[in-house]
Nanobody, 115 residues
Framework: QVQVVESGGGSVQAGGSLRLSCVASGMVFSFNDMGWYRQAPGKQRDVVAIITKGGIINYADSVKGRFTISRDDAKNTAYLQMNSLKPEDTALYYC?????????WGRGTQVTVSS
């Protein structure tokens, strides 16, 4: 059974940093795409960053230059380094891992940025 578990969220002041981790388990081989989405209260879930198995990366325009996604396939883990955080980054951050055409989601980790 595939499980995806996020960690690393918390409360920080604007300008601060956080590093999110996402561990995906339950597959013999590494996952294909891994990525992060976020959802603020009353808003839809939006993509933050995606990294393919081959290392191709895409970011949402709102986080370019501030967030960095990476992955360690030996650990089936993805990371999201978030710097220069803004109050508008406040959201529940979800990780997903894709394999055989299926996206497996975690339950999310809360990030709160105060001004």
């Amino acid at each position: 059974q595939v499980q995806v578990v996020e960690s690393g969220g918390g409360s920080v002041q604007a300008g601060g940093s956080l590093r999110l981790s996402c561990v995906a388990s339950g597959m013999v081989f590494s996952f294909n795409d891994m990525g992060w989405y976020r959802q603020a209260p009353g808003k839809q879930r939006d993509v933050v960053a995606i990294i393919t198995k081959g290392g191709i990366i895409n970011y949402a325009d709102s986080v370019k230059g501030r967030f960095t996604i990476s992955r360690d396939d030996a650990k089936n883990t993805a990371y999201l380094q978030m710097n220069s955080l803004k109050p508008e980054d406040t959201a529940l951050y979800y990780c997903y891992a894709q394999k055989y055409g299926t996206n497996y989601w975690g339950r999310g980790t809360q990030v709160t940025v105060s001004s």
